[in-house]
């Protein structure tokens, strides 16, 4: 007779390892998952990182520029001088009779990275909604990024398809200082005039993510199995101490059942006993009620 009880469910032994290993599933395939979204998430972190200190290492130039008020170079047919900058000694020759042109912040950063464009695909801009140099003009998302920082906003960031492939984008403002109002007088300190923004591939972060996805894989597939078989030979031992036990039981019962029979049968005999016992006084009684001399005839 096999009557359910409501904690079947743990006192079966295939049932609670059953139940044991589904949870190990479940754990193992949860901290996966986990990683895996940690790992897609670090991918774009590093990606920023790189992004985010390319746009710091523009911003310390363009500051270096303008600490010294811009710099002479030559000018050639490849750096002109600046149309776009009016200041009183923009061309000067030197005292030797050597012809020198201003390069202001802008011009100095746009010349570098039209000039040379980084191996990893980095690419940076400086830009405006209201450019001095119509080549600065921002582009749409230039001009959504700018949008955000005059609400406050301190970094724009989005992954996007340039050139049919993944890249991450960043935008950092500039904001007006007063040493920028010499050359740019139409606004006050504190006003965005505009940022810069750079892009780089995602490939290599990607194939790092990839690299990383396969160890992941790798590393919670052995895990999972060494849980699995632990799990496994902790069942075996179980089970073959349960069906001794099982065992020890039956045998118990047998002898428990003998020794009722036998007691049962002690019992029968004792009572057995007491009324022999009692048929005995009975005829005891009998026999010396009856009269005597009956006895000897
Ligand atoms: C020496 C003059 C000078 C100073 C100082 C200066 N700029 Fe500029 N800046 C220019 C010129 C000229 C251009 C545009 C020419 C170009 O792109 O070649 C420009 C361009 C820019 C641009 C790109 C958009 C545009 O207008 O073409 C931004 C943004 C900008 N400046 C921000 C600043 C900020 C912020 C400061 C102060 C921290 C500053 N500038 C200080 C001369 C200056």
Redesign the pocket.
């Known amino acids: 007779m096999n009557d359910i009880r409501p904690d079947f469910l743990l006192t079966s032994l295939p049932r609670r390892y059953g139940l044991l290993a589904l949870v190990w599933c479940v754990v193992a395939g949860v901290s996966l998952l986990w990683n895996l979204q940690a790992g897609k998430q670090d991918a774009v972190k590093m990606a920023a990182a790189t992004v985010r200190a390319n746009i710091q290492k523009d911003f310390g130039l363009r500051k270096w520029v303008?600490s010294h008020?811009?710099v002479y170079v030559s000018p050639t047919g490849h750096t002109p001088p600046?149309p776009?900058?009016n200041?009183p000694e923009r061309d000067v020759v030197t005292t030797t009779g050597k012809a020198l042109t201003l390069m202001?912040?802008?011009?100095v950063l746009?010349e570098i990275q039209t000039d040379f464009p980084d191996d990893y695909g980095v690419m940076s801009r400086?830009?405006?909604l209201h450019?001095?140099?119509p080549?600065?003009a921002a582009d749409e998302w230039e001009s959504r990024a700018l949008a955000s920082f005059e609400r406050g906003g301190r970094e724009y960031l989005e992954i996007l398809q340039i050139n049919g492939q993944p890249h991450l984008r960043m935008m950092k403002p500039?904001?007006?200082?007063q040493?920028?109002t010499?050359?740019?007088t139409r606004q006050k300190t504190g006003d965005v005039?505009?940022g810069i923004s750079s892009s780089i591939a995602m490939g290599r972060f990607i194939s790092h993510r990839q690299e990383h996805r396969d160890n992941l894989l790798l590393s919670h597939g052995v895990i999972w199995l060494i849980g699995l078989a632990a799990l496994g030979i902790s069942y075996r031992r179980d089970s073959r101490v349960s069906a001794e036990r099982e065992r020890a039981r039956q045998k118990l019962e047998q002898q428990l059942d003998e020794l009722l029979r036998f007691q049962k049968l002690t019992v029968g005999r004792e009572l057995r006993m007491k009324e022999l016992v009692d048929e005995n006084a009975e005829l005891r009684r009998q026999i010396d009620a009856a009269p005597p001399g009956n006895a000897k005839s």
């Open positions: 303008n008020g811009g600046n776009y900058l200041v202001n912040h802008a011009y746009r400086i830009s405006s450019p001095l140099n080549l600065n500039l904001r007006v200082e040493e920028c010499g050359c740019h005039r505009g």
